[in-house]
């Protein structure tokens, strides 16, 4: 056996560095890229491609029927992440191509390009510079089945495309209210949207094609095409409901925009869960280590088994335990160290729940190495953690535990002889809330990309929530 | 020299010179052997010192002091007599008319001439003879002689005499010989032990430095060998990491082709070229010929349509003219006309093979059980068909 196929210990670093850099994505897109452009000189092509360096820039469709606010959302959007907006008649202002020159009098003659040119347009636009490092957004193109085979026989694949849809009622009725503004080009509305000063107000135009049969017309004609032109983004299609205010359907879009796509990269989930006492942090813990194969590492539980082990370090515990003051951080972190660095926490992911408790320990748990890549918030309210934890019981002959509400014990002498551990009191508890609730502020800070959820649920609903947060990959946060 | 100069290119010149009194030259010093000692002079009655303010301009003087003495006082006696000349009274000047001449009053009248008489006399004294040698002195002899004779045995015994004396000179002779050789003895002695020592000695200080050698030999060694295990080690860690970065690397990215491949076709880049052959050339060829084929019976209808509409016209414009004989109506065939007619949603082939193949007959038939009443229904129904027809064409456009 030679060295290359000995088992080798593969330093943490390397998936942690895989992990944050997003090397997976980062060579997936540069094959896709070098697949599709297939140039002479593949090193220098590939050199290029990581120097521009722009794999997170915003590359959006937008589609939906007429007067749905396409436009306008679309106009927000390149506003928000600062990219370009390309429609159909952004495309004909191009001054400098030739292709626009023809589409422009294609236009003029029919009021429609043909797709071949309308297309060729668009890849013309999208090599441009500031296409490529800041981004585009497409609105309104492709409209037919054509149009987006051709887009994406070009090799032009866009990593979010939103979908508006609305009633044909509420549309026909929407469309009737539509007014420009010619200054500037924005879109308003009498109803909705009606801007506050008064000489906009005196410049608006009413626009053609409103009137209702145009409307409805236009509406045939988009459900038509639409219909085959949604199934060539499977995977990244989102459809947002465009009969709620403007502002609703713009964060919808902006949240949607925002996600990373789901990756093939491989993931050792390394889940940390914060919480007080009570919120169920355990028992998530215990779900998640059985259905995904995570190991379970409860901070108390390991100093325990430390103890009982009489490592070197339990005997170092032992005393703190004994007086029942807090072991101090050093330790803890020793024993935490050791357990978090064996080859199957390693390979399977850990989940964590009982250590940071404070911002110092969160550094040293930093300092280690050994960060986690989920981190969860539950928040309960003060009352439903009451409820669970005052009225927990034990019987002492048979070992089991017992809730008075939620798993009451079956017969009364049971009950009878059912005792309270100390730590359940009420005052016990309250302070234990206090005390978290004092550090929870800096652990939010320190763990910028958590997720908080609302804990007081069932415990399988919780599960779900925490489960579509690993699996999802985290949102990047818009520039 | 005694003194010591020191001139480079980057330091000041300096002189330094251990302090000497300087020498006392007096004019005979050129005939003194110059490594005698020369004897030293009071400086303050040295000529060379200059005396007075230095810094006024110095002019440079003669260097033969005595001759210049000497012509001082030379122009000093000339001055003198100058100036006694000045004072000595002379004889007043001759009278206007007059003049003074110098005359001999001497006894005897002397030629004064310019050139003086001269006569060469000499002598020769005798050459010089050689001291003769002083005689001896042998002063005159006085006293008187006397003489004795002393016979051999008469004073002393010479072999007694001569005994401890010689004894004691042969007993020194002796002890100093044997006092020379026993020195001589103790000087090889002590050499021998000087050099038995010095042996040892460099024994001592060879081993010492074969020694030091071996130690530093080791210790070269030690470090080349500790050098070489530390870039081993080195070179170890370094193919570990290496190993373990290609590991990683190849599972962490084993997933990226069929990643890659799946995305493209998700994207629509990767597609299959029969059913994209399919969807843009069969496809639309299909729809066409079925719209084609839709179009024939729809133009066949309206054909229909109006050649119905021609022959109820027709048949209108008789009963218009026949109203006034017979009125007459059989209402059960009646509503058979318009039916098929009101009913777009039945089958074409039913449709087209009652009205086209026999236009005539049949309609021969029905027009003459036809109902007045009936027609214009019938008409409109048509008409409205027609209606119909062209707001769908207008909906397609």
Redesign the interface.
């Known amino acids: 056996m030679d060295a290359t196929s000995a088992p080798h210990r593969i330093p943490p670093e390397m998936p942690q560095y895989g992990e944050t850099h997003h090397i997976f994505e980062m060579m997936q897109n540069l094959l896709e890229q070098l697949l599709i452009h297939q140039p002479k000189d593949p090193m220098l092509f590939m050199i290029e491609h990581l120097q521009r360096n722009n794999d997170h820039v915003p590359k959006i469709m937008i589609l939906g029927p007429p007067a749905s606010g396409k436009t306008t959302i679309a106009m927000w959007l390149a506003k928000h992440l600062k990219t370009n907006l390309l429609t159909v008649e952004s495309l004909l202002a191009m001054g400098h191509s030739e292709l626009a020159q023809e589409a422009q009098q294609h236009y003029a003659r029919d009021r429609s390009v043909p797709s071949l040119l309308l297309v060729r347009l668009v890849q013309e636009r999208l090599s441009d510079e500031d296409c490529i490092s800041r981004g585009w957004i497409l609105d309104g193109i492709p409209e037919t089945r054509e149009q987006a085979i051709m887009v994406q026989t070009l090799g032009i694949s866009p990593w979010h495309v939103i979908a508006l849809s609305a009633p044909d009622t509420v549309l026909i009725e929407r469309n009737l209210g539509k007014r420009i503004d010619p200054q500037t080009g924005e879109i308003y509305h009498t109803t909705f949207d009606w801007p506050p000063e008064a000489d906009t107000q005196n410049r608006l135009v009413v626009p053609e094609g409103i009137s209702e049969p145009a409307t409805v017309r236009r509406l045939l004609r988009h459900h038509r095409n639409i219909a085959r032109v949604l199934p060539s983004y499977p995977g990244i299609l989102k459809v947002i409901s465009a009969d709620q205010p403007c502002v609703d359907v713009f964060y919808q879009a902006l949240t949607y925009v925002q996600t990373n796509r789901r990756s093939n990269a491989p993931f050792t989930p390394r889940v940390l869960l914060c919480g007080p006492v009570g919120s169920g942090k355990s028992l998530q813990a215990g779900l998640l280590a059985q259905k995904y194969g995570l190991i379970n590492v409860c901070c108390g539980q390991l100093l325990k088994e430390a103890m009982a082990d009489k490592t070197r370090q339990g005997e170092a515990i032992q005393p703190f335990f004994k007086k029942g003051l807090p072991v101090p951080d050093s330790l803890i972190l020793k024993v935490l160290n050791l357990r978090l660095s064996q080859l199957d926490c390693m390979q399977r992911g850990w989940v964590l729940h009982g250590f940071p408790r404070d911002l110092d320990q969160a550094h040293l748990l930093d300092t280690t190495g050994h960060k986690p890549n989920r981190v969860f918030f539950l928040n309960v309210p003060l009352d439903s953690v009451m409820e669970r934890l005052t009225l927990r019981r034990t019987d002492p002959v048979t070992g089991e535990r017992y809730h008075l509400i939620y798993k009451p014990p079956p017969t009364m002498e049971v009950q009878a002889r059912l005792r309270q551990n100390p730590k359940d009191t009420e005052e016990q508890v309250r302070f234990e809330m206090d005390v978290f609730y004092r550090n929870s502020a800096e652990l939010e800070e320190f763990y910028k990309q958590a997720i908080t959820l609302n804990g007081d649920q069932d415990p399988y609903t919780v599960f779900e929530y925490i489960e579509s947060g690993i699996t999802h990959p985290l949102p990047q946060k818009g520039p | 020299m005694p003194g010591a100069a020191s001139g480079t290119m980057s330091t000041t010149y300096t002189y330094t010179s251990r302090p000497r009194a300087p020498p006392c030259r007096l004019r005979y010093s050129m005939s003194q052997p110059p490594d005698e000692p020369l004897p030293f002079g009071n400086i303050m009655y040295d000529r060379r010192v200059v005396r007075g303010n230095t810094y006024a301009l110095q002019r440079g003087h003669a260097i033969d002091e005595h001759a210049q003495k000497l012509q001082e006082t030379k122009k000093r006696v000339a001055a003198k007599r100058r100036a006694q000349e000045q004072l000595r009274p002379h004889t007043p000047e001759p009278v206007e008319g007059r003049k003074h001449v110098d005359v001999q009053t001497e006894l005897y009248l002397e030629e004064i001439a310019d050139r003086i008489i001269e006569a060469d006399m000499e002598c020769q004294t005798d050459a010089f003879l050689d001291k003769p040698p002083t005689p001896l002195f042998i002063p005159a002899k006085t006293g008187q002689d006397v003489a004795t004779q002393i016979e051999e045995g008469e004073l002393f015994d010479f072999d007694l005499e001569v005994k401890p004396m010689l004894e004691v000179l042969v007993g020194k002779t002796i002890e100093q010989a044997l006092l020379e050789v026993m020195e001589e003895e103790e000087l090889a002695d002590l050499r021998a032990t000087q050099y038995e020592y010095e042996e040892l000695r460099n024994a001592e200080l060879a081993e010492v430095q074969r020694l030091e050698e071996q130690e530093r030999r080791h210790r070269e060694e030690k470090e080349r060998r500790k050098q070489q295990q530390w870039e081993v080690i080195q070179k170890h860690q370094e193919?570990?990491?290496k190993?373990?970065?290609?590991?990683?690397s190849q599972?962490?990215?084993s997933?990226?082709?069929?990643?890659?491949f799946?995305?493209?076709k998700?994207?629509?880049?990767f597609?299959d070229p029969v059913e994209?052959d399919i969807?843009?050339g069969f496809l639309p060829w299909l729809m066409n010929e079925v719209d084609k084929t839709i179009e024939h019976s729809m133009v066949g209808r309206t054909v229909l349509d109006m050649l119905i509409r021609e022959v109820v016209e027709r048949r209108l414009a008789t009963y218009e003219r026949k109203e006034d004989k017979q009125p007459f109506l059989s209402p059960e065939e009646v509503p058979g006309i318009p039916a098929p007619l009101r009913d777009p949603t039945m089958g074409y082939g039913f449709q087209e093979q009652r009205p086209l193949p026999s236009a005539d007959v049949p309609y021969d038939k029905l027009m003459e059980e036809e109902e007045e009443e009936e027609d214009p229904i019938g008409l409109r129904r048509s008409l409205g068909r027609a209606e119909q027809l062209q707001d769908r064409e207008s909906?397609e456009g």
């Open positions: 193919t570990a990491q190993i373990a970065a290609r590991a990683f599972r962490y990215l997933d990226l082709l069929p990643s890659v799946g995305s493209l998700d994207g629509g880049y597609f994209r969807e843009l909906w």
